[in-house]
């Protein structure tokens, strides 16, 4: 269903479409701990999932999977923020947590709104899968691939920060070393945000005033992915926190996941892109690091 909507409208339209799923989820989360015993977050992970399928459904409706592209932001810390109520914890790591997420969500949204042109235009990257792979390959790597990798492999990173919350105020590691870890991984947090921040700022005056070109100044003259390589520090900083109060245990998949998926998959299929579209690329790429 294809509509000229203005990018306001269409804003105002993805909304809708994220307040309905986050209502959906919301409502089977409190069905699922009230009636079912499950525990509370097995119950974030299945209302995560519901709400991700009303936001795949909603990209079926509008024949665009860019309706995904800010779950990937707008879930964590609206599902820390909401678990915090629910458990009526307000701990020095749980708070430090919500300010950390709320600013990468924050920042990561507003790019998005920078970026994003209406809901009739579809990321390139889907566009492809589209237009390559056959309509009934193309809608099972839409679900699986598009969507519900992504949240699962967001959710296996929010893990770390989930399990703050089962951790009483009057049992939270005190000591100078907890406390030190604790402030580090928060720190890196806010650092990975402001990284990505500045690289926004950066690649958007680029192309505007350089169309067509690649970027090649101020972080990307150090790394050809400094928002990748922020996002990726994001998440280990999120588990440095949890580390401070837990230690070093299995949770540490989370972060490696999300590793993963950016070196494995992102990063080669933006190069891939740039190497073809981008003039000159190939010199820059052999002179400058993939992250910083």
Not at 70 to 91: E, I, K, N, R
Not at 197 to 220: M, S, T
Request: aromatic share 16%; charged share 15%; with cysteine.
């Amino acid at each position: 269903m294809k509509r000229n909507y203005t990018k306001w409208q269409s804003i105002a339209l993805i909304a809708a479409i994220y307040i309905l799923s986050g209502i959906a989820g919301v409502a089977l989360f409190a069905c699922l701990t009230d009636y079912c015993s499950l525990s509370p977050v097995a119950a974030i992970f299945c209302a995560d999932v519901l709400a991700t399928v009303i936001v795949w459904a909603a990209g079926l409706l509008y024949e665009n999977v860019s309706v995904y592209d800010p779950y990937w932001s707008v879930f964590p810390p609206v599902a820390f923020l909401l678990y915090a109520l629910y458990t009526h914890l307000w701990s020095l790591p749980i708070v430090l947590l919500l300010i950390a997420s709320w600013y990468w969500g924050w920042r990561l949204t507003r790019n998005w709104a920078i970026t994003f042109k209406g809901i009739a235009h579809e990321d390139w990257r889907y566009s492809r899968y589209r237009d390559t792979l056959h309509p009934m390959l193309f809608h099972i790597t839409n679900f699986l691939g598009l969507n519900m990798v992504p949240t699962l492999v967001v959710f296996a990173a929010m893990l770390p920060g989930l399990r703050l919350y089962e951790i009483s105020p009057a049992d939270s590691a005190t000591d100078i070393l907890s406390l030190s870890i604790l402030i580090a991984g928060f720190i890196v947090c806010l650092s990975s945000a402001t990284i990505q921040l500045i690289a926004d700022k950066q690649i958007h005056d680029f192309r505007r005033e350089n169309p067509g070109k690649y970027c090649n100044v101020g972080l990307w003259k150090h790394g050809r992915h400094p928002n990748y390589f922020g996002e990726i520090q994001f998440w280990w900083g999120i588990w440095l926190m949890y580390v401070s109060q837990c230690g070093i245990d299995w949770y540490v998949l989370g972060p490696v996941a999300m590793t993963a998926l950016f070196l494995g998959i992102s990063i080669p299929m933006m190069e891939r892109r740039q190497l073809q579209n981008k003039p000159g690329y190939a010199e820059y790429k052999k002179q400058t690091r993939m992250l910083i």
